[in-house]
């Protein structure tokens, strides 16, 4: 019997989606922890290119040497724990591959550990969703830059398309920096839900929008964006509830989950000191958002607002527009900085360019914005800079003012806006001269000692206040 090109364990739906992609252009085997679920994916789904195995014993001597094995199982102990199984099974030279939402910690321990033994070990970023991974996801890929070259053919096929004549695959660096890369596109991810929720809540409550308003008002959003939240969010608000006949989006509990990865890149922005505000609000609005117990707690009811005239619905409307796509502009430059530091920290020598043109299919952050920071670090110039100052250039002018007004009119409505006005706070921070920080070290100096700089001389002072 021939030996199958690679393997893959873990058939949730996002492993058994990748493995019927796989199979389209190699031959797949595909093992499971419940030998229920293999018997039953092969009934439904096995073909010549596509077979399942009961044991790891089996699986291992079907695929041919050396093997290359996709874990797609959940993170942390379930990965250490399948390594473990396999490691007595698998020869010198042989692949693993995570495609989890691994710590890029964990994944850089493992390969220091496997490469001990002579085995390879990828921490892959895969984005795109059930759908995505069915029918061609984004990758991010790290590690042995010569062990995923052996990987590429089989790869590269069941990869999204990037509109370019290429597909959404690429070698991204050493170490843990595929699942680091993966980790800072759900931050993005996450601050972009999360404009586009805030901006929901203002068309919806100052507005008065109704769900079909909201859903064309989203689409014509999408229009110059091309996003693929933007376009999700237009399609949520046409679904109805088929047990309540109401718009299904009225009848869902206002509780956001979340499985770790936000609060991984704002844990990694404190630690290599890149402001990252508009995701670190993402984070908290979740975490908000689900404390039940604080929110429905009768505080009094705030006093009925009416400071400020609100504009016609076409006006709300235009406002929101310039606010969700600023903030989005943001929130995507914040992204790749922390890339961009983390990158220069482990000498991971990231590809900046190429990360943005491997994010334009596939992913979930999917979006026009994407062509703008491809062509930024296409330049190997100071790119964080340039791309600071591009952005300012966009913003600068009226997209600002509406910007603004549309913080005013939610902040004087009582409408929590977290990631827009973290946004803005971010861009007034990096636009001003001269931030109040001056005093804060003075009061670290009063009370500790800590020393401050002066901006008329060289060298570190204190004074005895």
């Known amino acids: 019997m021939e030996k199958s090109d690679i393997g893959l364990i873990g058939l949730a739906v996002m492993g058994a989606n990748l493995a019927r992609n796989i199979s389209r252009n190699s031959r797949i085997t595909v093992f499971n922890r419940t030998t229920e679920k293999t018997t039953q994916f092969i009934k439904e789904f096995g073909s010549e290119t596509l077979d399942g195995s009961k044991t790891l014993k089996e699986f291992t001597k079907k695929l041919a040497k050396p093997r290359k094995i996709i874990l797609m199982v959940k993170s942390g102990e379930p990965v250490d724990i399948f390594i473990n199984k396999l490691l ?6 042989d692949t693993v591959i995570d495609g989890g939402n691994s710590n890029y910690k964990d994944t850089a321990r493992r390969q220091e550990e496997l ?3 002579g085995i390879h070990f990828i921490g892959m970023g895969i984005s795109g969703g059930e759908e995505g991974a069915l029918n061609g996801p984004s990758m991010m890929p790290g590690g042995n830059k010569v062990a995923y070259s052996k990987l590429e053919k089989i790869l590269a096929p069941a990869a999204a398309k990037d509109g370019l004549g290429g597909t959404c695959i690429s070698y991204v660096g050493k170490g843990g920096s595929g699942h680091f890369v993966k980790m800072v596109h759900n931050g993005i991810e996450y601050a972009v839900m999360q404009l ?7 068309l919806k409550h100052i507005g008065k929008f109704s769900n079909k308003e909201l859903s064309k008002a989203f689409e014509d959003f999408n229009k110059p964006l091309n996003s693929f939240l933007l376009e999700i969010t237009a399609r949520i608000f046409k679904e109805k509830d088929p047990f309540s006949k109401k718009d299904l989006i009225d009848v869902i509990k206002d509780s956001a989950g979340q499985k770790g990865t ?8 404190f630690d290599y000191g890149v402001p990252t505000p508009t995701i670190n609000a993402a984070v908290d609005a979740r975490i908000t958002s689900g404390n039940q117990d604080l929110r429905h707690r009768r505080f ?3 006093e009925k607002l009416n400071t400020i005239k609100v504009p016609n619905k076409s006006q709300i409307k235009a406002l929101a527009q310039s606010s969700l796509e600023i903030g989005t502009l943001i929130a995507y430059a914040q992204g790749f900085e922390l890339l961009m530091k983390a990158s220069q920290e482990h000498n991971w020598n990231l590809d900046l360019s190429e990360t943005s043109r491997i994010w334009r299919g596939g992913c979930i952050i999917r979006s026009n914005y994407l062509d703008l920071f491809q062509r930024i670090y296409s330049d190997k110039k100071p790119a964080a800079i340039k791309a600071v100052k591009e952005i300012l250039e966009m913003v600068d002018g009226k997209p600002q003012k509406n910007w603004r007004k549309t913080v005013e009119l939610g902040t004087a409505k009582g409408i929590p806006m977290p990631a827009l006005s973290a946004s803005l706070a971010y861009y007034d921070s990096i636009r001003k001269l001269r931030l109040p920080q001056n005093l804060i070290q003075a009061q670290r100096d009063l009370f500790g000692a800590h020393t401050y700089e002066r901006i008329d001389k060289k ?3 204190h004074t005895d206040w």
């Not at 586009?196 to 203002?202: G, K």
């Open 262 to 269: 936000g609060k991984w890149t704002s844990i990694a922005a």
């Open 88 to 93: 007595p099974l698998l020869d010198k030279n």
């Open 459 to 461: 060298g570190t002072f």
């Open 196 to 202: 586009i929720a805030e901006t929901y809540d203002i």
């Open 300 to 302: 009094g009811s705030p």
């Open 115 to 117: 490469s001990k033994k």
